[in-house]
T-cell receptor, first 115, second 115 residues
Framework: AQSVTQLGSHVSVSEGALVLLRCNYS??????LFWYVQYPNQGLQLLLK??????LVKGINGFEAEFKKSETSFHLTKPSAHMSDAAEYFC?????????????FGKGNQVVVIP | DTGVSQDPRHKITKRGQNVTFRCDPI?????LYWYRQTLGQGPEFLTY????????KSRLLSDRFSAERPKGSFSTLEIQRTEQGDSAMYLC?????????????FGQGTRLTVV
């Protein structure tokens, strides 16, 4: 079965600094990969997705992620952190061919932005 | 359409009681998913429907859990004889069929506390 690993449950970043969240996946088929953001007591909002087109994917709020098959990675970055980026971020892999169906999520990264 | 709607947002119940949650998906979405998210973890897949048919159930969905989608529109998730371990956020998501834009849209969740 497909799975996702996110290391470091809490990530602290200074305002204006680079945000880097790591995601490694395991999949027996070419994967569909996603990053979601969750604000307190809210549902999940899609940041971006990789669906076998361009390997560098741009999403909302200035985030982007690069799919690297050789490293089985899909790391999320943002050049300059903003206070509003404080939230929990989840990487996920689709467990069915054809897109965002049943999703397997990582444990998440809680991002804290330090003024 | 305002997106996926879940009701109630919060539910506190005594151990042993039954609870029922409702999810109203985006109107043209025929796929509907339920996930459970415990503290410090990513969401875990419970079950999904295509129209009124329940196509798959996770092993996490014990006999005390039942989900329905009687007319292929809204869905309910019932937990019988609740246990403290059932305390979690229950998330509903919906999507269009595979082959089109299959991004899953999440509701804000129902937070269940069993005391």
């Amino acid at each position: 079965a497909q799975s996702v690993t996110q290391l470091g449950s809490h990530v602290s970043v200074s305002e204006g600094a680079l945000v880097l969240l790591r995601c490694n996946y395991s999949s027996s088929v070419p994967p569909y990969l996603f990053w979601y953001v969750q604000y307190p007591n809210q549902g999940l909002q899609l940041l971006l997705k990789y669906t076998s087109a361009a390997t560098l994917v741009k999403g909302i709020n200035g985030f982007e992620a690069e799919f690297k098959k050789s490293e089985t990675s899909f790391h999320l970055t943002k050049p300059s952190a903003h206070m509003s980026d404080a939230a929990e971020y989840f990487c996920a892999v689709s467990e069915e061919r054809g897109g965002n169906n049943r999703l397997a999520f990582g444990k998440g990264n809680q991002v804290v932005v330090i003024p | 359409d305002t997106g996926v709607s879940q009701d109630p947002r919060h539910k506190i119940t005594k151990r042993g009681q039954n609870v029922t949650f409702r999810c109203d998906p985006i109107s043209e979405h025929n796929r509907l998913y339920w996930y459970r998210q415990t503290l410090g973890q990513g969401p875990e897949f419970l079950t999904y429907f295509q129209n009124e048919a329940q196509l798959e159930k996770s092993r996490l969905l014990s006999d005390r859990f039942s989900a329905e989608r009687p007319k292929g529109s809204f869905s309910t998730l019932e937990i019988q004889r609740t246990e403290q371990g059932d305390s979690a956020m229950y998330l509903c998501a919906s999507s269009l069929p595979v082959g089109s834009n299959t991004e899953a849209f999440f509701g804000q969740g129902t937070r269940l506390t069993v005391v």
